[in-house]
């Protein structure tokens, strides 16, 4: 960015969006900004690579996962009215709700679906495209065999099959479905024209095509549609369904900041309730050194480490979409940006960017460690951290090259290629990763390993689970050929 481009941002905000689909390379990027209580909307590049049509501010985009946080809206909406308690376990409202662990399907709280501290194993995708009556309730059902991945209540562990039986709860409750519960319960009273629950309203808007990468081209700029238009629809209330403007996702936000009350003045939630979604429920795993990661109810949360600024929101990713919901409470300031490609690190770079000229926060992981490398680890101790580790959406082969750790992550679910990470350890159990030897390529999230015992203590060092991407991974035995 030069300049007089960050000097003048919000003003040039048409010139900036256009270099931001040159610089990454994807095809088309919408972006807005609330400040001083100013909306500023841009967008550039073309929704549909087939079709040519270009991008515009009113045209929508699926948001993915940020739908968790309309969905725990609706539940604090309920707890508001007294008919549901966070406290409870899921089973006083769903009767039916049942998983693989007696003990889970008794206990597991309505809270723990909205913090993500179930346990349950969260990615679970079934293809419903053929199916056809409730699939939130279908999806819900199919979840009898779903396995714990801990106990409730011991870790944070990102669940998108938690959300989904959050959604059915709204909907038992309420009497009504899902996708109607969020055109009345939040389009309506917040004034979101462009945003869309039913797939089969999406024809009446100007709308972005998802696109992933070409893996079969030498370029991960070479582009093709997605062979989806949408994931399982029985994940609606997770996030594979809504699609709106940038500018209308900022409405969605604006209450969230002012205690639950619309512009107009009425009130969306209480403020008891918007203050609840924003309080820390549990603190993640140190996954970063520019950040400390917390869970909210709904939103994700983050405090940048050299000044303290308090960052909420949610990411979201669905069949060739990527999006980012970002506030900052203290200084007013909300960001969208939407993007019809499947590109990791594109949006955690232009909010890094826009947190730095809109505010002068910098939220940016260090490139290089610095006083971070401290921790001294031997080839012995180092050992005791390789293995396979696995989740249904990636696994990670970690081996010792020498005095170094290697982790090869493999996406399951995303179409992403294979990533080597090179390991360096940075404190107890947490190695920085970079995608080149010696701290070379660039910087990656840190991993994390949890459930260890130390040496110290009498025991063998072990590894249960690794901590990456908000999901933790678990250690498994695989049985070599003699």
């Not at 590109?343 to 260090?366: R, T």
């Amino acid at each position: 960015m030069t300049t007089e481009l960050k000097e003048n941002l919000l003003s040039n905000l048409q010139k900036y969006v256009d270099s931001l689909v040159e610089k990454h390379q994807v095809p088309a990027i919408s972006l807005a900004v609330l400040k001083d209580n100013q909306l500023h909307k841009a967008a550039s590049g073309c929704l549909n690579i087939e079709t040519g049509v270009t991008a515009t501010p009113d045209s929508i985009f699926q948001i993915g996962s940020i739908t968790k946080v309309f969905t725990a809206s609706l539940v604090m909406q309920l707890v508001d009215a007294g008919q549901v308690a966070l406290d409870r376990p899921v089973k006083d409202y769903l009767r039916d709700f049942r998983v693989a662990d007696p003990q889970a399907t008794a206990t597991v709280t309505v809270r723990q679906l909205l913090n993500h501290t179930s346990g349950l194993m969260g990615d679970f995708f079934l293809d419903d495209s053929h199916d056809q009556g409730n699939l939130i309730a279908r999806y819900v059902d199919r979840c009898n065999l779903l396995p714990q991945i801990h106990p409730p209540g011991e870790f944070f562990c990102y669940s998108n099959a938690a959300f989904a039986i959050a959604g059915r709860l709204v909907e038992v409750v309420l009497g009504m479905s899902w996708s109607q519960a969020v055109e009345e319960r939040i389009f309506k009273p917040l004034a979101m024209t462009h945003a869309v629950a039913r797939p089969a309203q999406v024809v009446r808007y100007r709308a972005a095509a998802g696109h992933v990468m070409d893996l079969q081209k030498e370029s991960p700029e070479n582009w093709k549609l997605a062979e989806a238009s949408y994931w399982t629809l029985g994940l609606a209330p997770a996030g594979t369904v809504l699609t709106m403007t940038a500018a209308d996702l900022i409405q969605f936000a604006k209450p969230h900041l002012h205690q639950g009350c619309t512009a107009s003045g009425d009130i969306w939630l209480s403020a008891e309730a918007a203050q609840q979604m924003q309080q820390t429920q549990i603190t993640l795993p140190p996954l970063s050194s520019a950040v400390e990661m917390q869970a909210g109810i709904g939103w994700l949360k983050s405090v940048v480490t050299n000044s303290g600024t308090l960052m909420m929101g949610h990411p979201g990713a669905t069949e060739g979409y990527m999006a980012m919901l970002q506030c900052i409470p203290e200084h007013g300031v909300v960001v969208a940006v939407l993007m019809n490609a499947s590109k990791p690190g594109v949006l955690d770079a232009i909010v890094n960017e826009l947190m730095a000229s809109l505010l002068g926060v910098d939220c940016q992981e260090p490139e290089q460690l610095g006083d971070l490398s401290l921790y001294a680890l031997d080839t012995l101790a180092l050992a005791s951290y390789t293995g396979r580790f696995e989740c249904p959406d990636h696994y990670f082969d970690i081996s010792l090259e020498g005095d170094q750790l290697v982790a090869v992550l493999t996406y399951l679910l995303d179409p992403f290629p294979p990533i080597t990470l090179y390991l360096t350890p940075i404190k107890k159990h947490c190695f920085a990763t970079h995608t080149g030897k010696t701290q070379l390529g660039s910087r990656q999230r840190n991993l994390v390993f949890l459930d260890t015992k130390d040496i110290a203590e009498g025991g063998k060092e072990r590894s249960q689970y690794v901590f990456w991407n908000a999901r933790l991974s678990i250690k498994v035995n695989i049985n070599k050929p003699s």
